[in-house]
């Protein structure tokens, strides 16, 4: 009997030192695998080891020099994270304040308005600056300021009143329903244009101008697509029929940004008695344009500047040509067309029915 409870005590002393370590092995190696990125690289070789014994294929073994913790940690989005609110402490408070600087996208987002024309703009904007006194045309001697380094230099003050009558010129025909053509061939001017046009409601042109557009219209825009809208530019239909025997569209305005690439286009203009607004420099002819704008032709920044001011300037005379609309006002000669199932040569009365031709925008 003593010798049975002696066997049977060591036996169970035998059974506990033998399941201890496994117990303890397999919660090491629960905690190693949840842990295994922040501890060391031991315990997960560890459970690799038990796994490959347990397992019959063969499991891809863990390289130190790409698993480790130093790099995960180095590459981590936090750790940039706290790197970068240290060194905004740190260093965060030297150096200078930011001041306001140009930023060229403005100039098509946010265009200045013509209120907002000063001699610092337009001499930001370079619009001083001409050409060689070689090539001046001596019909601009009374935009010259003077001369400095072989280059004329323009008076700002006369670019800065010239652009301001412009802009009563486009207000005024956008206020009475007039259409606007905006005209840039050069490289560079097509956001510019096609900005200005949408905002004063006129159209736009970017490519080479086709000889005959005006004078020979009927010929060249004869498939050309018009519509008829109210004072609200509302389209009316019922009148497709009556627009096939009309002559085509004329611009009431064209506002052309290198007059010397588009002379055929002036001259045409000129023939048909249609205004134009043209920057001039110091090499062309300020005569060629009814409303010039001595200014730097050449230069982006300029030319985005003046053809924003102007649709502004259009944008406003069509916001004053809505709201008097709202009033029952019209601002304009509505054409004579007669509503349909009408005589055409009746007339309509200055109400809501009032019409008036535009183009296919």
């Known amino acids: 009997m003593i010798l049975r409870k002696a066997i049977i005590r060591q036996s169970r002393r035998l059974a506990l030192h033998s399941t201890k370590p496994w117990t303890r092995s397999f919660a090491s190696e629960v905690d190693g695998i949840e842990t295994s990125l922040d501890h060391s690289l031991d315990e997960t070789h560890s459970i690799e080891s038990l796994l490959q014994n347990q397992t019959s294929r063969e499991i891809p073994r ?95 003050d006369v670019t800065a009143s010239h652009l301001r009558r412009a802009c009563r010129v486009v207000s005024g025909v956008a206020e009475r329903g007039g259409l606007i ?51 609200f530019d509302r389209k009316l239909d019922g009148y497709e029929d009556k627009l096939r025997d009309q002559p085509v569209l004329k611009p009431d305005l064209v506002v052309c940004l290198n007059p010397l690439e588009n002379w055929v286009l002036l001259h045409e203009c000129g023939v048909n008695n249609i205004p134009t607004i043209g920057i001039i420099d110091t090499d062309a002819n300020p005569t060629w344009v009814t409303y010039p704008i001595p200014a730097n032709d050449d230069s982006l920044r300029c030319v985005q500047t003046i053809a924003g001011v102007l649709g502004r300037a259009g944008e406003e005379g069509q916001q004053l040509r809505l709201e008097k609309a709202k009033k029952g006002q019209i601002s304009y000669n509505p054409a004579s067309f007669g509503t349909p199932g009408r005589t055409r040569n009746a007339k309509l009365g200055g109400s809501g029915a009032d019409v008036h031709a535009g183009s296919n925008r």
């Open 62 to 156: 863990i390289n130190n020099a790409t698993h480790g913790t130093t790099k995960l940690l180095s590459d981590s989005v936090v750790y940039d994270y706290l790197s970068l609110e240290h060194q905004r402490s740190t260093i965060g408070n030297l150096g200078t304040a930011v001041a306001p600087h140009y930023q060229p996208h403005t100039l098509l987002s946010n265009p200045p308005s013509p209120s907002s024309i000063t001699l610092e703009l337009l001499l930001a904007s370079q619009s001083h600056l001409g050409h060689s006194t070689s090539l001046w045309n001596p019909m601009n001697s009374r935009y010259i300021f003077g001369i400095r380094n072989g280059i004329h230099i323009i008076s700002l």
């Open 181 to 231: 053509l905006f005209v840039g061939t050069r490289k560079g001017h097509e956001r510019c244009v096609v900005n200005a046009a949408k905002l004063a409601g006129g159209c736009h042109l970017f490519e080479w101008w086709i000889p005959g557009t005006i004078t020979n219209g009927q010929q060249l825009l004869s498939r050309c697509r018009m519509k008829v809208v109210d004072e």
